[in-house]
């Protein structure tokens, strides 16, 4: 089972990204925590400081990740291209 399907780009993940260290991912909807912050730190090789779920209106599951080191998420979204 695949756990991160693609992180989400929207202005408002952006704003959170800069001023919170921040990334939203759309996730599989039977995942954990747990298994969230492991895919996630042995992805991107960041340490995971939070990990909030939620479900959108849509029925997905959306994760909003928090990393400990500064700037982490900039530096993650420039790898993928996306900043």
Do not use: C, H
């Not at 780009?9 to 298994?35: H, I, P, S």
């Not at 029925?59 to 790898?79: D, H, P, Q, T, Y």
């Amino acid at each position: 089972m695949t756990i991160l399907k693609y992180p989400l780009v929207t202005e408002k993940a952006m704003m959170m990204a800069d001023k919170e260290n921040t990334l939203q991912f759309l996730v599989a909807r039977g995942a954990t925590r747990d298994q969230i912050r492991r895919e996630l730190e042995t992805a991107y090789e960041q340490e995971v400081k939070s990990v909030r779920t939620m479900m959108t209106t849509k029925g997905e599951k959306k994760a909003i990740v928090r990393f400990a080191k500064e700037k982490a998420a900039e530096e993650i979204l420039s790898r993928l291209g996306i900043m």
